[in-house]
């Protein structure tokens, strides 16, 4: 048991590095870079999370944070045992729990969704003469808008996991 705890460790804690600085790094500073420079700014999104190996690298280390982590929790909990799960720790890694999972779905489903049609609207936007339509760019605006405030709330949700996490062991309560 002592090596799976270990293991699982290692995999939550090395994946959780990786997911979280990511999310901070595109929401706070690759997204807004590339909004600012506009076109150019969108071609290099659309390399780096599509053949550069970012999203992929982003969705395995997400999941194996998250798997990890619940069997931590449940190897924590002695099974979700009612006296752990009401005392400090057990809520404070609950809540932590809570928000790490609230952050892997705003940035793998809704997030997801997001990109898929800003994505679409690209390729139809490249492939059609005469350039961009008044709508095509309002929608573009609109999705821009989405990702960013989608991007931002995932960075938080994350951000409130890692404290909870970091915290749980020492509450007395």
């Known amino acids: 048991m002592p090596w799976l705890v270990l293991v699982l460790r290692l995999l939550h804690i ?3 590095v990786f997911w ?6 595109f929401a706070f500073f690759v997204e807004p870079t590339a909004a600012a420079l506009g ?5 290099f999104v659309q390399r780096l999370t599509g053949r550069s ?5 982003m969705t395995v280390a997400a999941f194996g944070s998250v798997l990890a982590g619940l ?3 449940w190897i924590d909990s002695g099974g979700l045992q009612r006296d752990w799960m009401a005392g400090g720790t057990g809520v404070t890694l609950s809540i932590g729990a809570a928000c790490g999972l609230a952050g892997a779905v705003v940035g793998f489903v809704i997030q997801k969704r997001n990109a898929d049609r800003m994505g679409a609207l ?3 936007m490249r492939q059609q003469a005469g350039g961009p339509t008044p709508e095509q760019l309002a929608a573009v ?6 990702l960013r405030t989608g991007g931002r709330a995932s960075a938080v949700l994350l951000a ?6 970091a915290a749980a062991r020492y509450m007395a309560f």
């Open 14 to 16: 090395i994946g959780g």
């Open 20 to 25: 979280v600085g990511a999310t901070f790094a």
């Open 39 to 43: 076109p150019q700014g969108g071609a």
């Open 53 to 57: 190996g970012f999203s992929p690298a």
């Open 71 to 73: 069997a931590l929790f």
């Open 122 to 124: 690209a390729r139809a």
């Open 141 to 146: 605006r609109r999705l821009q808008g989405k």
């Open 160 to 165: 409130a996991a890692v404290v909870c996490m």
